[in-house]
Nanobody, 126 residues
Framework: VQLQASGGGLVQAGGSLRLSCEAS????????MGWFRQAPGKERAFVAT????????FHADSVKDRFTISRDNAKNTVSLQMNSLKPEDTAVYYC????????????????????WGKGTLVTVSS
């Protein structure tokens, strides 16, 4: 499975960005999907995950009510809508996939991720 993320860029605080990730080379409906991020000097951290049907989602407390994960199984894509961005959201954002599994488990254990995208940089200026 290959994951190609896009949509990163530079935005002012309070602005919005939408990240997208397209999966190829596998059966998208078998993949639990997620977004993680790594800020400068910090470890990679969970942002949001979504189950295979797109029904159940989990978001980190730091992004709840601001970010929303969604997926389109017909287009093999997962998206992350990011609103009210803050400078502390600056990071490289990674798309991730786990074959089968659950959204909750994927969010709590990165070691269980089967595939990672290359990442897309989001920079939020103050």
């Amino acid at each position: 499975v290959q994951l190609q993320a896009s949509g990163g860029g530079l935005v002012q605080a309070g602005g919005s960005l939408r990240l997208s990730c397209e999966a190829s080379g596998g059966t998208f409906g078998t993949l639990t999907m997620g977004w993680f991020r790594q800020a400068p000097g910090k470890e990679r951290a969970f942002v949001a995950t979504i189950d295979r049907r797109g029904v159940t989602t989990f978001h980190a407390d730091s992004v709840k009510d601001r970010f929303t994960i969604s997926r389109d199984n017909a287009k093999n894509t997962v998206s992350l809508q990011m609103n009210s961005l803050k400078p502390e959201d600056t990071a490289v954002y990674y798309c991730a996939a786990k074959v089968w599994g659950t959204a909750q488990a994927m969010g709590t254990n990165q070691d269980g991720v089967d595939y990672w995208g290359k990442g897309t940089l989001v920079t939020v200026s103050s």
